[in-house]
């Protein structure tokens, strides 16, 4: 092959590799994943990360300051799949913040200056989604495609649906029975893309959407993070936390789990820039489950299910989703955005947890909420399937694995914004999807919540609320 990149087959036993022309999400051969490789000698590699910080200088409106306006393009030279800068599409995604969260790091007993939050709900459909759409979108427009779909707990939909809106696209998303929340659905309808509802959850939407895309005939071309192109903007999220430390790694990053994307683009992320001497360190990976939704932690974990080299055990995989079939199990938790049983990223993730020296655990949905008003207190309100990592945080400190003097980043994958609910729900214990006011129908149980206080009509009343007096 004569690019400078190319699509090659995970599976070390096989290594196919195909064109960057091609539109696949598997091997032909063998139907392992596939990974996008570069051929780093024939490409103008930096000498070091402190390169990319002249392009804060340069953002503007065209050419390639359009491309530096992104945080994700920024780092073009680290994911150099395309043939022509024109065929980028961007509209400013990854421009997020590394928040030094100290004051939370006081909650969680650690010391000031080494609890950091990298808050990915500031992308433009309010979540880390945007970082792989960039890049799904360029290959896309590379291989001239016109209608997208995707299977979607929420946010990937959105995302979907506002890149397709903004380049003349069709979206089609497939979204679960009552598996997604009012803040994300509305987007997705907003957008203009087509929303089919499946009676089923978000396995059985992506298998479907997955037969659709592989035949030629319908002429879709899949956005789920199955997409390898996917996966390489989403590795822009850690340049940006290196960015933001002066390049230097933390001790560790923290990442919610669903379908494994992150933490496999993570894991490819420092695979590459050890590859190319960029960086010394490499950071541990913590992957966090919710208990409802765990399938990485009970094969990980309980299983010991390990990368092997690429000889991934498949009979433990298979054992596991039959004995699912057999119970009926379906996925259940309040993190709607990882509520993924069977991840289509799960050989990629044991890929990374192997290079990154990681661990996986699982967190209840209490953690879970009890940790988003935490970091919402303290910090910035994120939605549930966030506020897993720092729940991870709390539960590997307990184990004695991370001590309170390293240096932690945990990631904050959506706006609060994308489930209210949840959020009025804790604070109130009011279903907002049943009433339309503020009117307590339960007593909240949340440790931190904040109810509101109902106060008659007159001064003194209000005053008096307010800790004072007339």
Known sequence: MTDRAHQRCTNPACKASYSIDEVRTSCAKCHALLDIIYDWDRLPVPKSMEFFEHRWSTKGAGGSGRLDFSGVWRFRELMPFYRHEDQIVTIGEGRTVLQQADLLARQMNMNPGRLFLQYEGLNPSGSFKDNGMTAAFTHARIVGAHRVACASTGNTSASLAMYAGLNEMTGV????????????????????????????????????????????????????????????????????????????????????????????AFGKAFMELKELGLIEKVPRLAVINASGANTLNELFTRQNLRWNGGEVDCTKIGGLYAAMDESNYYPHTVASAIEISRPVNLPKALRALDYMNGVVREVTDDEILEHRALVARYGFGCEPASAASVAGLRKLQEEGIIDRDEEVVCILTGHELKDPNATVMYHTGVDMKSVQDMAPRSTPTGKIANRPIQVDDDLASIVKAMGGSV
């Not at 499946?198 to 479907?208: E, H, V």
């Open 173 to 264: 998303v497939f979204i679960g029975t009552g598996k997604i929340s009012f803040g994300k659905l509305s987007q997705a309808l907003d957008y203009g893309a087509l929303t089919l509802q499946i009676s089923g959850d978000f396995d059985a939407c992506l298998r479907r959407v997955k037969e659709i895309a592989d035949d030629p005939k319908m002429g879709i071309y899949l956005m789920n993070s199955v997409n390898p192109f996917r996966l390489e903007g989403q590795k822009s999220i850690m340049f940006r936390i290196l960015e933001a430390r002066d390049w230097n790694p933390p001790d560790w990053v923290i990442v919610p789990g669903g379908n494994l994307g992150n933490c496999s």
